[in-house]
């Protein structure tokens, strides 16, 4: 049986550091993954309106071999700028990619819309995305907060309130597989009209509250609840999923691909016109193991579990605030 890593959080990958950085009053914020390292990644987006920074070059056929840090982030494509802030506090201390003599920090990123949720957007000419990325970065460390922080400030879901959440898993090998995701999503992480969790059986240890599945489980043969109704919301859930396997980057892509599937796992419905559903995976490298065979296969399922279990997660742990347009998960009737 699989079990957690020491954590629970992306973090249990040696040599990765998370950081956050929000503002209450915009109802939105910005997360920045570190590696200490150059790191091996890959990007799979299945959303309809994605929102990005520098995924081409994480193709396999372009020239930079590893990345620095991702950001994921609030505030639509203004979001973006928050790579811009990680960006800085890496060059000052001296990271990036070399060319020409100039150390240049790669650092893909991805955004998701909390514009309409409630908080105050009027920033004048340039939006604070720049400095929350600068701070989120220069705050990261192995320890960090899940719920309504960094990228899950602002987040929503169709019938609670999103969030940051993260969760990883020890394979057979010794390996560790972990993810991190910003859920604000167009669909629901809830099983019909309670408070099940689709995610439930992958749970492990009532990490997000041990309910398990209804019983009897609904039916879902009707039409699903989502932001369309009474009009179209804001969407996106964004991920990471980490391993630190030995992977090249076009098995970095299959393991984004596999991560997919915990949205499919955790939210009903996902991969939507109105969503910008993304994974990035990166491969850190530092256990030495290589997998093959039938050991991708238990990586990628374990990417999906960590994935599902992160969706979950983060919407367990979002907290109510002033203004907000959505209930929380504990504000739930039992």
């Given amino acids: 049986m699989w079990q957690t ?10 040599g990765v550091r998370v950081g956050n950085a929000q503002d209450e009053k915009l109802k939105s914020g910005s997360t920045a993954i570190l590696f200490d390292a150059p790191c091996v990644a890959a990007v799979e987006i299945l959303g309809g ?9 994480l193709a396999p056929d372009k020239l930079v071999p590893g990345i620095d840090a991702l950001v994921l982030s609030g505030g639509s494509a203004f979001g973006l700028d ?7 506090y890496l060059r ?21 819309f909390d514009l309409a949720n409630g908080g105050a957007k009027d920033w004048g000419l340039h939006s604070p995305y720049r400095e929350l990325g600068f701070e989120a970065a220069s705050a990261a460390s192995e320890r960090f907060e899940l719920g309504s922080v960094g990228a899950g400030t602002g987040a929503t879901t169709a019938v609670v309130k999103g969030g940051l959440g993260s969760a990883s898993v020890r394979l057979r090998s010794g390996a560790t ?48 609840v989502t932001k369309l109704d009474p009009r ?29 599937d915990g949205f499919a796992r955790s939210l009903w419905p996902a991969h939507t016109d109105f969503d910008g559903d993304l994974v990035f995976a990166a491969a850190t490298g530092g256990s030495g193991w290589r997998p093959e065979g039938a050991e991708r296969v238990e990586l990628a399922a374990a990417a999906t579990s960590a994935i599902a279990r992160a969706v979950a997660r983060g919407v367990h742990a979002a907290r109510s605030a002033p203004g907000d347009l959505k209930r929380c998960w504990y504000d739930l009737p039992a």
């Fill in 5 to 14: 890593g020491p954590r629970n959080l992306l973090t249990d990958i040696a």
């Fill in 49 to 57: 309106a994605p929102g990005t920074r520098e995924t081409d070059l």
């Fill in 82 to 88: 928050a790579a811009s802030g990680v960006q800085a």
């Fill in 92 to 112: 000052s201390v001296g990271r990036g990619f070399l060319a020409a003599g100039h150390r240049v920090p790669i650092v893909p990123a991805a955004i998701l």
């Fill in 177 to 224: 597989v972990a993810a991190l995701v910003a859920v604000n999503a167009l669909g629901s992480p809830l099983v019909g009209s309670g408070r099940h969790f689709h995610a439930a059986p992958f749970e492990i240890d009532d990490e997000f509250g041990g309910l398990g599945l209804p019983v009897p489980h609904p039916v879902l043969s009707e039409s699903p």
């Fill in 232 to 260: 179209p919301g804001g969407a996106t859930t964004i991920a990471v999923v980490a391993t630190d396997a030995v992977l090249d980057k076009g098995a970095a892509r299959r393991l984004a691909v596999a991560a997919h």
